[in-house]
């Protein structure tokens, strides 16, 4: 059974907690029932200008934070046949067209099910429609009209559309960045799939060749990813085992994100090591990403969602000491659909080996940083379309929407949590350095 506050879903995890509510309404639930927000009566607004059918478009970035959606995407349309350059988008601005799925969520007030199906939605139909959209005008516009018609979307603070207009922003600039990948037929598919398979078999696969292999079927491996049930770990590495290593996992991760957003976390991650360690008063190294092992288990004992009496959240990194090279096999082993962890091998304090161990499988991390394995175990639940287990979940989002900062954490977050993120998100306020992309 679970306790949460009826008002958002907040878990309510033990006594000290519970005090601090007082007053508030709480909801008991059952195995297998979630939270989800009440119903709201949404206004409508008259006169808007009728929308054409729009043609469905394909999300190119999923949350792993959220279940995705498999049904065609809507972008929208204003009733032009192209784009005009120098339109911008005013409170008259017709909104987007939305899919089912996302029409009826706002329809029911859970816009938090969906919320990055809705941002990448609507990213499409402004960026279709208004190639020349930017201004601070516009968002606060595309902001106001959104809460009008779905309140459901309304957040803390005096401006209740701000974080909507946020993650629409940051989802618009990487829509921009994103290159274009198209989908090839199924005889072309099948064709570059028996070369790849033919060049990973070599003695001394060409990682050139894997790499542009991997991009000419970008677009279609990933939709098989997302055609397979959650946490199939297994069937992706048996289609694509160039994926059991890490240096293939962050290629495509790069091209999923597009590579200066990859360049944006490399540059935050500094900030991010820097920020926590202040916030735990932590004796760092002077090199803060040598210390990203303490920085994450700080991370998740402040977050930690508390199994009960005595029980504590189970750590996303494992790290084994002096473990003989013959039974490394052994520790990596883990059963069918186990969700995706980091497991460290080391020897006198120095990291001999990382592996992303997942669903009876793992994938090496080339490279004995800590940085390393972290952004590989990252990379792993975007790339894979995986949604965050429970267990990791909190450190998890604290990873998504301070590091990775494409959209926010939206799943259960506990009380630890929200007050963590919101401390964080202060310091790095302070620590943060500006990114100049190249």
């Not at 968002?139 to 009209?145: F, M, S």
Request: aromatic content about 8%.
């Amino acid at each position: 059974m679970t306790v949460v506050l009826e008002s958002d879903g907040t878990e309510v995890e033990d006594d000290a907690i519970l005090d601090a509510v007082k007053g508030e309404v709480l909801l008991l639930l059952q195995e297998g029932e979630c939270w989800t927000p009440r119903a709201v009566t949404l206004k409508v607004e008259t006169g808007q200008p009728p929308l054409q059918e729009p043609a469905p478009v394909q999300p190119r970035t999923p949350s792993p934070a959220v279940a995705s959606d498999h049904e065609p995407v809507s972008s929208g349309s204003i009733g032009t046949s192209s784009p005009v350059s120098g339109r911008r988008v005013t409170m008259g601005t017709p909104l987007p067209l939305f899919s089912s799925r996302v029409s009826r969520c706002l329809t029911e007030g859970q816009s938090k099910i969906v919320w990055s199906l809705l941002v990448n939605e609507a990213a499409g139909y402004y960026l279709e429609n208004f190639p020349d959209i930017g201004s601070r005008q516009e968002y606060t516009a595309i902001g106001r009209k959104m809460l009008a018609q779905y309140p459901c979307i309304r957040t803390e603070g005096n401006e209740g559309w701000l974080t909507y207009t946020t993650c629409q922003k940051r989802a618009l600039v990487r829509e921009g960045e994103l290159e274009a990948f198209t989908s090839l037929s199924e005889e072309e598919y099948i064709g570059h799939m028996e070369e790849l398979k033919a060049e990973w078999e070599k003695p001394n696969p060409s990682e050139v060749h894997v790499k542009a292999l991997l991009r000419e079927t970008f677009t279609n491996n990933q939709a098989f990813i997302k055609g397979l049930p959650d946490g199939q770990v297994a069937s992706v590495l048996e289609k694509l085992p160039c994926y059991r290593e890490s240096t293939y996992v962050m290629a495509d991760f790069k091209r999923l994100i597009s590579e200066r957003q990859y360049g944006r976390i490399v540059h935050t991650l500094p900030t991010f090591c820097a920020a926590v360690g202040k916030l735990g008063n932590l004796d760092l190294s002077e090199n803060l990403e040598e210390s990203l092992l303490s920085i994450i288990q700080f991370v998740e004992e402040q977050t930690r969602i508390d199994r009960g009496r005595g029980k504590k959240t189970e750590s996303v990194i494992q790290v084994k000491e002096d473990v003989p090279d013959d039974e490394v096999e052994k520790e990596l082993r883990c059963g069918k659909l186990a969700p995706p962890r980091l497991v460290i091998f080391k020897s006198e304090g120095c990291i001999k080996g990382q592996y992303v161990v997942a669903d009876g499988t793992y994938i090496n991390v080339n490279s004995c940083s800590e940085k390393a394995g972290v952004l590989l175990l990252v990379a792993v639940y975007y790339i894979l379309d995986l949604e965050y287990p429970r267990v990791y979940s909190q450190l998890l989002g604290i990873l998504q929407t301070h590091l990775v900062d494409i959209q926010p954490y939206t799943g259960i977050k506990s009380v630890r949590y929200r007050k963590f993120s919101t401390d964080l998100t202060k310091q790095m306020s302070e620590e943060a350095v500006i990114y100049y992309p190249e």
